[in-house]
């Protein structure tokens, strides 16, 4: 079973609409919860970090963690087109490496 | 904003060759990371370094490669003999308490 599961999309909403990224992972040890965004052929940037279970908000973003299903979403409220990237789960345990999901593919239509 | 800065943008070198990827950290950061994706795949994690020595490093990080922190600033990953498999983006990082912040990245070419 891999660590971290993530479907690789592609994605496709229309500009304004809810969108929902999610991932599930294997390993109960994880303790923090990550969302990196990655334009193409660029550097994975931070979103959102959470290390517990529940709801964290930032602006027009909502990271959700229920550890009690290893399952990990993302949420985008008013999805604008700038917003087209992929977005990349991501998990650490005690250990510092970070584990990554393959990544969704998402296109906000105009 | 403080970011993580790489050089080279892109790099292009012959099998066998030796290269050197260079990273700045941001400038309070004390722990360090390397990361690389193949094309099409996962970012993936190589090593990490903290107080001057490797505190973790992957099955993928084996003899060939190599890390330095020369001096104050620079943080920076060798390749000794590349390959062609090697050919990959590779990404730096660093944190000064639990978020990673990544650098834009240095594209390796192997031919």
Redesign the interface.
């Known amino acids: 079973q891999k660590e971290v599961e993530q479907d690789p999309g592609p994605l496709s909403v229309p500009e304004g609409a809810i969108v929902s990224l999610n991932c599930t992972y294997s390993n109960s040890a994880f303790q923090y919860f990550m969302w990196y965004r990655q334009y193409s052929r660029k550097g994975p940037e931070l979103l959102m970090y959470t290390y517990s279970s529940g709801n964290k908000e930032d602006g027009r973003f909502t990271a959700q963690v229920d550890k009690s299903s290893k399952y990990i979403s993302l949420f985008i409220r008013d999805s604008q087109p700038s917003d087209s990237a992929t977005y990349l789960c991501a998990i650490r345990g005690v250990d510092d490496k970070i584990i990554f999901g393959k990544g969704t593919r998402l296109h906000i239509l105009p | 904003e403080p970011e993580?800065t790489q050089t080279p943008s892109h790099q292009v070198t012959q099998m066998g060759q030796e290269v050197i990827l260079r990273c700045v950290p941001i400038s309070n950061h004390l722990?360090f990371?390397w990361?690389r994706q193949i094309l099409g795949?996962?970012?993936?994690?190589l090593v990490?370094f903290?107080n001057n020595e490797i505190?973790?490093k992957?099955e993928i990080f084996d003899d060939q490669f190599s890390v330095e922190r020369p001096d104050g600033s620079n943080f920076t990953l060798k390749i000794r003999s590349t390959k062609l498999e090697d050919s990959a983006?590779y990404?730096c990082a660093s944190r000064e308490l639990?978020?990673?912040?990544?650098?834009?990245?240095t594209?390796l070419t192997v031919t």
């Open positions: 993580v722990y990371y990361y795949q996962k970012v993936e994690f990490s903290y505190s973790e992957s983006m990404f639990y978020e990673q912040y990544f650098g834009p990245g594209r």
